[in-house]
């Protein structure tokens, strides 16, 4: 593809239909949902490319039949190519203990813990609610067996020449390993009434667990014992090892593995009966996809910097905020007590989902890319806004052969969307399927796609969007394979059931995790308790379900023309307090020049990899990432001694004006 063209003057890159690109994929391919064969979701992980979203040469004559003709061939066309792909395998890295390449993903979140600390990073979890005997020292064997199938989870991470890599496990986990990453909370001695509210709290600080990247292992075990024949099962894993269907994966295994007699069954895999050494691991995934990456990189950077030019840094919602303890208003606090974050959830009705899922022109609509649309309409209408730009999660695994393996393989990707001409339901729908395939199949890295667009970046403030789309797989719940019930593949005597719990932290303003099945949507709403009141956020969730059932009534009515009650508008907007990128100059007086600036210069110089770095340039206006003040914090503790937090570089991104924050810094660190 060459690289997308400069717009015209006075225009803005947002797509009115097709963002700039290569042409979406055929409809029928995101038609089916996250649970469909269909190809698009396994071919969105970011640093591959997504044959499912290649275009299928043209022209066609413009019929009904000549479209389902259509329609076979990409078929054909697709299934050939992941025929061919899966005949190529993924290369097998030799298992002598030697540092791998992290992967894209790994990469991410590895430059976010150096940045925002462990807390940058929210876990991966899996909860089960188990009746029946449990047998511990069974459940430490089982476990054991698990891990040990798994090398990521026992992975380490350390710097080499500025870049992470992953340091692989040599021997095999012990019992007594296995049993020291199982914490076992006997709760029998709380009041029947109170015990499950009790496990549900613990369950939420057991999701707060801070893994040491440098030590690992990267998962934990939590056992809440509320009775001699009912436990809580929590597997809270760090996202550097683990996603949501890894999570399914090793509950699954756990099952399996504890109800054989020896503990040692394999797993339900495709890969069930290779010989260990022949299985695919994530490390071989991790050196493959970033060897294909290096590949196609700089032009999907390029298609990036044109979508995102121009675009706001921030999307300021006019959600109220939470009142003081004791404070006047009536909107009551943000609905968390002490915790950072809290949830709100809505259930859309089936019969809307299946109306707004056939708005769309030819082939139905997903559910989930329904439900993103009229999230984004309430978003640019609750922001005051004409485009919105938001995140969702890619992912999905790129090759067959890593069906069954364990492991982190999403990552998020900016959609960003206009209303400008004020379209109705009926085609923005469709506009927002089309840019969602434009950008995953120019999927890249994040953090890459972040330093190409150099955003204005401002300390606690996610860049290039503040809300977070997530898909959410409906579990099933019955038959031998599924988590619930008497065949859930616990063995015999102990029945199994999904648990839903919270986890506490986000790095986000707003995320929305749905959910679609035969009965409807869940739609979950995580905010910030700090910044938004409980009540302004449930308002918005009562508002987006009013406004999916209007539009599912109205799709071809102007959206201007369908509107909803506006709950979560304060009586009078309070001045924002969110943190904002510093302007040129700011945290110093004119003209002052402070502390060993000339020195900066050359730290910023030689990160940067360019000469001539100025007193006022900006670190991040230049190119400079995550990883670069990863690298800048690290020379200067040992030039200066002085241990620099990384919102000192987003809040004086200069030389100069990082000169004044060092000295200030030296000074506090002496006198400590």
């Known amino acids: 593809?060459?690289?997308?063209?400069t717009p015209a003057p006075g225009h803005s890159p947002v797509p009115a239909a097709t963002p700039p690109g290569p042409a979406p994929a055929p409809p029928e391919a995101l038609a089916d949902g996250p649970a469909s064969t269909a190809p698009a979701p396994?071919?969105?992980?970011?640093?591959?490319?997504?044959?499912?979203?290649?275009?299928?040469p043209a022209p066609f004559p413009a019929s009904a039949s000549a479209s389902a003709d259509r329609r076979v061939l990409a078929a054909r066309l697709l299934?050939?190519?992941?025929?061919?792909?899966?005949?190529?395998?993924?290369?097998?890295?030799?298992r002598d203990g030697r540092p791998v390449v992290c992967s894209a993903e790994q990469r991410r979140l590895w430059l976010a813990e150096q940045i925002g600390g462990p807390a940058a990073s929210p876990p991966v979890t899996a909860?089960?609610?188990?009746?029946?005997?449990?047998?511990?020292?069974r459940l430490t064997a089982a476990l054991a067996a698990v891990v040990d199938r798994h090398p990521v989870l026992r992975t380490r991470y350390a710097e080499v020449d500025g870049e992470p890599v992953?340091?692989?496990?040599e021997t095999r986990l012990t019992l007594r390993q296995s049993a020291a990453l199982i914490d076992v909370v006997d709760l029998s001695f709380a009041p029947e009434p109170e015990r499950e509210a009790l496990a549900a709290a613990l369950a939420v600080e057991a999701g707060g667990h801070r893994f040491d990247l440098a030590s690992g292992p990267m998962l934990r075990l939590t056992v809440l014992r509320l009775a001699a024949d009912r436990h809580r099962l929590l597997l809270v894993c760090h996202h550097i090892a683990a996603d949501a269907r890894s999570a399914d994966l090793l509950t699954a295994e756990l099952a399996a593995a504890y109800r054989a007699d020896d503990a040692q069954a394999p797993a339900p895999a495709d890969d069930a009966d290779a010989p260990a050494d022949d299985r695919p691991q994530y490390a071989d995934y991790a050196a493959w996809?970033?060897?294909?990456?290096?590949?196609?990189?700089?032009?999907?950077?390029?298609?990036?910097?044109?979508?995102?030019?121009?675009?706001?840094?921030?999307?300021?919602?006019?959600?109220?905020?939470?009142?003081?303890?004791?404070?006047?208003?009536?909107?009551g606090g943000g609905g968390g007590g002490d915790r950072r974050t809290a949830t709100v959830a809505v259930r859309v009705p089936g019969a809307v989902v299946e109306r707004l899922r056939a708005v769309g022109d030819g082939?139905?609509?997903?559910?989930?890319?329904?439900?993103l649309a009229g999230f984004l309409v309430l978003l640019a209408r609750c922001a005051g806004r004409r485009e919105v730009t938001a995140g969702v999660v890619s992912g999905g695994r790129p090759h067959p052969e890593l069906g069954a393996v364990v492991g982190c393989f999403t990552d998020l990707l900016p959609l960003r969307v206009s209303l400008a001409d004020d379209p109705?339901?009926?085609?923005?729908?469709?506009?927002?399927?089309?840019?969602?395939?434009?950008?995953?199949?120019?999927?890249?890295?994040?953090?890459r796609i972040v330093s190409a667009v150099a955003p204005r970046r401002a300390p606690g403030v996610h860049p290039l969007f503040q809300v977070l789309f997530v898909e959410r797989t409906e579990v099933a719940t019955d038959g031998p394979g599924g988590p619930g019930g008497p065949g859930s593949g616990w063995g015999p005597g102990l029945d199994a059931a999904p648990w839903g719990q919270e986890v506490d932290g986000s790095a986000y303003d707003l995320v929305l995790a749905a959910g679609v099945g035969p009965e409807g949507a869940e739609l979950v709403l995580t905010y910030p308790c700090e910044r938004f009141a409980r009540s302004a956020v449930a308002g918005f969730a009562d508002a987006l379900v009013e406004l999916l059932t209007l539009l599912a009534e109205r799709p071809e009515a102007a959206l201007s023309g369908v509107r909803t009650a506006e709950p979560w508008r304060p009586p009078s907007a309070p001045p924002s307090a969110r943190p904002t990128a510093p302007t040129a100059g700011e945290g110093r007086a004119a003209g002052q020049v402070t502390g060993p600036v000339v020195e900066l210069r050359a730290l910023w110089a030689e990160v940067l990899g360019r000469e001539g770095v100025g007193d006022h340039d900006d670190l991040f206006a230049h190119g400079g990432d995550s990883l670069a003040v990863v690298r800048i914090a690290a020379r200067i503790a040992e030039r200066f001694g002085v241990d620099v937090p990384a919102s000192a570089f987003f809040e004086s991104p200069t030389p100069a004006g990082f000169g004044a924050v060092l000295a200030r810094l030296t000074e506090e660190q002496q006198h400590v």
């Open 1 to 5: 593809m060459n690289p997308p063209g």
């Open 42 to 56: 396994e071919h969105v992980t970011g640093p591959v490319s997504a044959p499912a979203l290649t275009p299928v």
């Open 79 to 94: 299934a050939a190519r992941r025929q061919a792909s899966a005949v190529r395998g993924v290369p097998r890295l030799p």
């Open 127 to 137: 909860g089960l609610a188990l009746d029946g005997p449990l047998d511990l020292e």
């Open 166 to 169: 992953q340091l692989r496990p």
């Open 289 to 331: 996809s970033r060897s294909r990456l290096d590949r196609v990189l700089p032009e999907r950077l390029a298609y990036w910097r044109h979508l995102l030019a121009g675009a706001p840094p921030v999307l300021e919602l006019g959600l109220d905020a939470p009142r003081p303890p004791g404070g006047h208003g009536g909107h």
């Open 363 to 371: 082939a139905r609509l997903t559910g989930h890319t329904v439900l």
């Open 424 to 447: 109705a339901f009926r085609s923005f729908a469709p506009r927002v399927r089309e840019a969602l395939a434009a950008g995953l199949a120019q999927a890249a890295p994040f953090d």
